[in-house]
């Protein structure tokens, strides 16, 4: 959801594509529900091609052998999704992975960690990060990273923060209107002191979906691309490639979002052209 200034006072957006599709707005599940009358469906942009731009291979940031990497996000954004892809690439690269879900009660808008671990023989010992021991954050929900149980495991020495800014209303925030916005750029400080500031990357993943794709589906899978493209993945591109295809859901808008991420990174001039064209002729 989203936060729109109007001229009575700050509402309430839902985005549509992380709808339930249950009904139970219906029974007033819904903050912002509403009846509309005669309407008709907006249309989605056309997924855009891939970036023009030929990517150089990324320098790697992190360790090739065995690196350590906590992804954090929002239930029902496809954290566990990013976590999956992860874990077969790096199978279909000939390596080791080894991967541990925390989701708890968040199915839909909850806190969700996902850390994978992936080397190049046999794992041993456990998949979850330890204090100062990762080597990525993978932040898809900027809050989520700055919270002190996940900065717990960043050591200013050795983690790539690449995380998306976008900005996702909090529970207190849903509920009383007046409520104040988080504090982002006192999150981002927060991360900046506790990882490698120097190599750090930050963009909007869902700001950039929304405008490339029409919804926000694939802004985690954006953030994943810049990720690769900034190197704290260990994996090749056709890896990343044949397990975006392999885990099916929207594969063709994923791939491109996969391609767009790295864009941000590697070609920003190209990305921004391709969000704004600037006027027609």
């Not at 989605?44 to 990497?69: G, N």
């Not at 929304?210 to 890896?239: C, H, M, T, Y």
Request: proline share 6%; hydrophobic share 45%; net charge negative.
């Amino acid at each position: 959801s989203d936060l729109v200034a109007t001229e009575f006072g700050r509402k309430t957006r839902i985005n549509q594509s992380s709808c339930n599709k249950d009904l139970s707005c219906l029974e007033g599940d819904c903050p912002s529900f509403l009846t509309v009358i005669g309407g008709q469906e907006a249309g989605r942009t056309t997924a855009p091609h891939w970036p023009a731009a030929e990517l150089p291979e990324p320098a790697l940031v992190v360790p090739s052998e065995d690196v350590t990497i906590r992804l954090v996000g929002i239930g029902g954004t496809g954290v566990v999704t990013v976590s999956q892809i992860l874990g077969v690439a790096a199978l279909l690269d000939g390596r080791h992975a080894s991967g541990l879900d925390q989701t708890g009660l968040s199915q839909k808008g909850g806190p969700v960690i996902s850390d994978v671990r992936i080397a190049s023989g046999p794992l041993a010992g456990g998949a979850v990060a330890s204090a100062a021991c990762a080597d990525a954050l993978l932040g898809f929900d900027l809050l989520g990273v700055a919270a002190p149980r996940n900065l717990r495991v960043a050591d200013r020495d050795r983690t790539v923060a690449i995380v998306s800014t976008s900005i996702v209303p909090t529970g207190q925030m849903v509920v009383e209107r007046d409520h104040e916005a988080p504090d982002a750029p006192a999150a981002m400080v927060a991360i900046e002191q506790v990882t490698r500031s120097d190599a750090n990357f930050y963009l909007d993943g869902r700001g950039l979906a929304s405008a490339l794709f029409g919804d926000e589906v694939s802004a985690n899978v954006i953030v994943l691309g810049a990720a690769w493209q900034r190197g704290v993945l260990p994996l090749s591109r056709k890896a990343m490639h044949g397990a975006i295809r392999l885990n099916g859901a929207g594969a063709q808008q994923n791939l491109a979002a996969f391609e767009w991420g790295r864009a941000c990174v590697g070609a920003p001039a190209e990305l921004v052209a391709a969000i704004d064209p600037g006027p027609p002729a």
